[in-house]
């Protein structure tokens, strides 16, 4: 509640409220508009009339935020150890990977929120007020509630207004409401106090913009009192939250680093209870705390993410923040706006009914091509004389306009409608037929018209005739001169009208039984979700002087039905399968009516046979526990506000979902914000939802948004895959150490040697992994479980076997190096150290699927791959053969005896993972529990 002009009233009731009684409680004056005095002392107590912003994070607040993670905060000690030990190459590698992260992370971060800027774009920099007697044009922001502003086509309204005059008023509010064609308003009728806003008639709202007509308001809220303001607000109350991937990864994090405590500690305690030099231990323990954590995951995680964007982009997808790609992929629940993300937002006629029969009119858009059909058998309507007179009446009872806007890469035009949506659906349903509004015009000109009126809901123009309309209607009146009205509007207001009908091109009585049937097919088309008009015409016996509407729309004669619909994209519908398939559930959010909101549903199968569906005014009866409990069974809502949307966003996610909420306009914004991951339209889309959206799709593609969804889970495919190969090889190497010192053996691997194979033989496979074109079948399986670690018992078990099979391997070479040579330690280390090195290249292999089969997905198909472990292997093979780099790392030269007894060790551990993958699925397709 907030005060206004001294007295009690909200923002919100004023649509409740009789005029009188508002202009008494604001004390202002429709004739006068406020005093200057008045207005300034308002403007004092209520503030200007402009959105609020909240103060943005510093650079030095985004860049501390970037090392507030627990892996980051391990790397960061162990670069700090490695200088300490002198292992300066080690220490800068693992700082570089730091800096990299924290720099990508605040560019990124950096991108401050533009999302209330974009909606101080859509407000009217300057409002005509009433004050002090006198009609001024002022600054949209020295406005203040009471004041009285005038409205024309064109404006936009500065301010939220109770109107109190409405000639022929239309706004557009779209952007606030999803309502997909201009609203009719009327300032007399006072409203139910809980009413939606997008069926608040007498009321309009800032940044909406007035399409037809012209009308007078009373400021009833300004600034972040109105519902601009209130979207505002939601937006910046959401604190950002960690994607799912974070969590993971800080999790992973977590649970490494206290592995890495834990194996310093034990290693560390078991040597110097042998014996052990205290510092050689002391590095060694480092050495595998290092190896044990995967400093190079922040790098490729940040790598594989940025690639995502690039592939993004080719998928007509823009990301705007780094973590959106893989939140995407984890998505469970897609909740799609209607008009212009599943609907073409562009009104086409798709049905007519004339002479006691229907016909249907295909075709796409504002596109003037099309085809008509009638019993499923294309015709012709140039024919066709009632399809034709139909379709004549209809674009002539018409301010819409049809022209060329460019042409397309196959040399065909382009177009572009002009006017009411409505309106313009019936001049492109006639242009399909031949029947071009231009030439309509010049060859029967208009002379007199009534403009359309909320009131009536009918509009009536006056033209002269000739050739066979004349004709036609002559048969109605022989005493015609050439001129006729054509009139259009609400079909039962018009059908009161009428006291004849066209059938078989004769004009007849409208009796009864045929006045019934026209509200039959009224009604028939009404269900199917059409918008439907009437048109009737009415010839004259002279040029009206002084047109009137009493005067003229009687004694008409019905010629017909049009219905037209928002059609939905064809791409959708295949595209809804596939995220069904994909374990996705869809729910479709509109602000549109709950029949055409049913009917696209039913059209694109969103839909199911048991799914429910909500208006906002049931959801306004239902709490919030009682709404968690049966979110996950509503496919559709309807006559949704903001809040509305934010209530059923939060409904998803109290449920554990992962919540992708696709919308366009400025009543997006604040659940695009509270989603997981926001999905904007870039066309039709206002700059408020791309601003505070995640990701922006360049072709306003509902069939993008499921290639999305895909990259993202391919992304996360790999950055488990990376896990998984190098935490099976880190855990191999800590096992060997370990596993040796309790033998009593020598150190197997030195701290050098464990350092190369972590950073170099590991870093170029693992990053290769990263670079995965995904599993065929990754579109096949249902979203993995919100709440499932990176690391899971599937993992656990591949880790296990790749890392004890490894282990095995490793002290096997070690040990047969042992007794070969038992006065050279250093060729027993070496061949400890090419074992487990060479058993890691093929284990990236292996490691390419956590399902399929090294065949299956093609040995050769990674071509990033090869060169990774081509590069390691000659590193490794440098590192034996090469003498002068023998005494930096311990190494020794080995032979082709070496060689036979490494070789089968080799290829063990590899061979264990392809038979684990067997095994798994094997157990799959008997649907028994994986391990």
Known sequence: MRMMGGS????????????????????????????????????SQHGPNELQERPRPTFWHLLLGQFNNFLVIILLASAIISLFLGEYVDASAIMAIVVLNAVLGVVQESKAEEALAALKKMAAPEARVMRSSHIRTIAARELVPGDVVLLEAGNYAPADLRLVEAVNLKLDEAALTGESVPVNKDAEVVLDREIPVGDRRNSAFMGTMVAYGRGKGIVVATGMHTQFGLIAEMIQSYEEEPTPLQRKLNQLGRWLGIGCLIICGIVGLVGILRGLPPLEMFMTAVSLAIAAVPEGLPAVVTICLALGMQEMIHRHALIRRLP??????????????????????????????????????????????????????????????????????????????????????????????VGDPTEGALVIAAAKAGLWKEELGRAFPRVAEVPFESERKRMTTVHKIEGEVIQRLERVCPSSTGCAAFVKGAPDLLLERCTHIMIQDEVQPLDETRRREVVSANEAMSRQALRVLGVACRPLEA???????????????????????????????????????AGLKSAMVTGDYLQTAVAIARELE????????LTGAELDHIDDASFASIVEEVDVYARVSPQHKVRIVEAFKSRGHVVAMTGDGVNDAPALKRADIGVAMGITGTDVSKETADMVLTDDNYASIVSAVEEGRIIYSNIRKFVYYLLSCNVGEILIIFLAMLAGLPLPLTAIQLLVLNLITDGAPALALGLEKGDPDIM?????????????????????????????????????????????????????????????????????????????????????????????????????????????????SLGLNEWLVMVPLILMAPIAAELNKLVLRRLAARTMPVL
């Not at 295909?362 to 379709?391: I, M």
């Not at 040029?543 to 064809?570: S, W």
């Not at 284990?843 to 699927?849: F, L």
Request: aromatic letters at 8%; charged letters at 20%.
């Open 324 to 417: 959106a790609v893989e939140t995407l992929g984890s998505a469970t629940v897609i909740c799609s706006d209607k008009t212009g993300t599943l609907t073409q937002n562009e009104m086409m006629v798709v049905k007519g009914w004339t002479d006691g029969r229907f016909f249907a009119i295909s075709g796409e858009g504002y596109h003037p091509e099309g085809e008509f059909r009638r019993d499923g058998q294309p015709f012709d309507p140039q024919t066709e004389p009632e399809v034709r007179f139909l379709l004549q009446g209809a674009a002539l009872c018409n301010d819409a306009i049809l022209e060329p806007s460019g042409q397309k890469a196959d040399g065909s035009p382009t177009w572009r409608m």
């Open 780 to 892: 096949e399986r249902p979203p993995r479980p919100v709440e499932e670690p990176v690391i899971n018992r599937q993992m656990i078990w591949g880790i296990g076997i790749l890392s004890i099979t490894a282990t095995i391997a490793t002290l096997t070479a070690f040990i047969i190096g042992l007794r070969w040579f038992p006065d050279n330690p250093t060729v027993a280390k070496t061949m400890a150290f090419a074992t487990l090195a060479l058993t890691e290249l093929p284990i990236a292999y292996t490691c390419r699927s956590e399902r399929h089969s090294l065949f299956t997905v093609g040995v050769l198909s990674n071509k990033y791959m090869q060169w990774a472990v081509l590069a390691s292997a000659v590193i490794l093979l440098s590192i034996i053969y090469v003498p002068f780099l023998d005494p930096i790392f311990d190494t020794a």
């Open 543 to 581: 040029p009206p002087a002084n047109p009137a509407a009493e005067a003229m729309e009687r004694d008409l004669t019905f010629i017909g039905l049009m219905g037209m619909i928002d059609p939905a994209r064809p791409e959708v519908k295949p595209a809804v399968q596939m995220a069904k398939r």
């Open 8 to 43: 009690n009233v909200s923002e919100q009731d004023a649509h409740a409220q009789p005029i009188g009684d508002l202009v008494s409680t604001l004390r202002t004056r429709l004739t006068q508009g406020l005093s200057d005095e008045e207005a300034r002392a308002r403007l």
């Open 606 to 613: 969103l839909l199911s046979p048991k799914g429910r569906v």
